[in-house]
């Protein structure tokens, strides 16, 4: 029974998913595998299934609760998981809805949404994240070539570690974002530092498809991780 109303969330056939809550009371906070509740359903990977903030709309009014977690190796809400398939209709739903936006759990260091929308390179997530309200640590602002943020970051008390703005300097290459790692990398970035993956800055910014970047980090003497660029 289960499987068919996981099939109607993701063919977006809003009357069946209806029909289903109506004749089976609280399945919209049950788990259909022991993990996922069915608004986990509605924004998993890949996302995007057709009328999608209706289904959300269906099951909160049937009592999904939007803020509950994952139950497996991490904790993401279903905010998580439409930021981590860039399904800006799905999120949008949700806050709309009244789902908390700094929602900890993420795969990325048990963070918020943000923190998945920007380490997976999903920029349309992570922008209406911004537009929406989201806060951003100092290599999410980077990510993002959010130089006020970023430097409110930097001014804070505690400073960040040196560690922290090599991360955040990383992190402009992977956003493909060539004044914050100019900036970054006058503030005593660790150039070849291997981060994420594997790959040094270099190999994040050739990534994000950022040709100047890349030219510009060859300029610097970046190098590649060994069979990148």
Not at 68 to 97: I, N, P, Q
Not at 139 to 168: F, H, V, Y
Request: glycine share 10%; charged share 20%.
């Amino acid at each position: 029974m289960q499987d068919g109303v996981v099939e109607a969330i993701r063919r977006g056939d809003v009357p069946a998913i209806e029909q289903f809550l109506s004749a089976n009371p609280g399945a919209a906070t049950a788990r259909v595998d022991g993990q996922r509740t069915l608004l986990h359903v509605a924004t998993d990977w890949p996302g995007h299934f057709p009328n999608v903030r209706q289904t959300i709309e269906v099951l909160v009014a049937h009592g999904a609760e939007l803020n509950a977690a994952f139950h497996g190796k991490h904790s993401e809400t279903a905010l998580h998981w439409a930021a981590s398939s860039d399904d800006v209709a799905a999120l949008d739903a949700l806050l709309d809805l009244g789902a908390d936006i700094e929602s900890p759990g993420a795969v990325i260091g048990g963070g918020t949404p943000m923190s998945d929308a920007v380490a997976f390179g999903l920029w349309r997530a992570a922008r209406r994240l911004i537009e929406r309200g989201a806060r951003t640590t100092i290599w999410q602002a980077a990510a993002l070539g959010m130089m006020e943020r970023l430097r409110e970051c930097l001014a804070a008390d505690p400073k960040p570690t040196s560690d922290e703005i090599t991360n955040a300097f990383w992190n402009a290459c992977h956003g493909g974002q060539l004044k914050t790692a100019q900036f970054l990398l006058g503030y005593g970035a660790e150039l070849n530092w291997v981060g994420h993956g594997g790959s040094t800055a270099l190999d994040s910014a050739a990534e994000s498809g950022s040709e100047e970047l890349v030219e510009w980090l060859r300029k610097q003497g970046a190098a590649a991780s060994k069979g990148r660029v």
